[in-house]
Each structure stands twice: as structure tokens, then as C-alpha cells.
């Protein structure tokens, strides 16, 4: 069996005859998008949902506030308790 040579041994030497490549014709135009009214109405939610997250959940004055009135002993009463049981209903549907 006999194998004969089938093209150079300098595996660089096919590419060494490759001519300039081309560019590909650049196109110049305008591009532009339109976003829907239901998208830029999501994204004002999103943008605002991050506003919330960013600002802090524990209001520090609104807290000093009530552990001051919470030491005043006359301060729990039976309008004050039932003022809160009420408001704690309504939030529970109740």
C-alpha cells in the first residue's frame, strides 16, 4: 500500500494565498424603537417600587413618639384600646 501526498506539509502555507476579505457594506440609516404605553407604565412601576425599597421602613420619629406616650401610665386607657382594636379590624376585614 502506497499513500501518496496530497497537499503541502506546511499546514500555513493554503492560507499564506488568501486574498484581502471584504467588508460588509455598512448601512446608514435611522434606527428607532417604539415602546407601548402598557411598557412605560410598567416601568414607572418598577422605578417607583425601587423608590420604596431604597427609603427606610422603620419611621425612627414616629417610634420615639409612641415609647414616649407608652410610658405615660394614663396614656392606656379604655378609648386608646378600643381605638386600636378597632383599627386592628379593619385591617383584617373583621
Do not use: C, H, W
Amino acid at each position: 500500500m502506497t499513500i501518496d501526498r496530497l497537499g503541502p506539509v506546511d499546514p500555513v502555507s493554503k492560507y499564506k494565498n488568501l486574498g484581502k476579505t471584504s467588508r460588509a457594506p455598512s448601512v446608514q440609516g435611522n434606527d428607532s424603537i417604539d415602546v407601548s404605553e402598557e411598557a412605560k407604565a410598567k416601568a414607572e412601576l418598577l422605578r417607583m417600587a425601587e423608590i420604596v425599597r431604597a427609603n427606610a421602613d422603620i419611621r425612627e420619629d414616629r417610634v420615639a413618639e409612641a415609647k414616649k406616650r407608652l410610658e405615660d401610665p394614663n396614656y392606656i386607657n379604655d378609648a386608646v384600646t378600643g381605638l386600636v382594636a378597632e383599627r386592628i379590624m379593619d385591617i383584617f376585614g373583621v
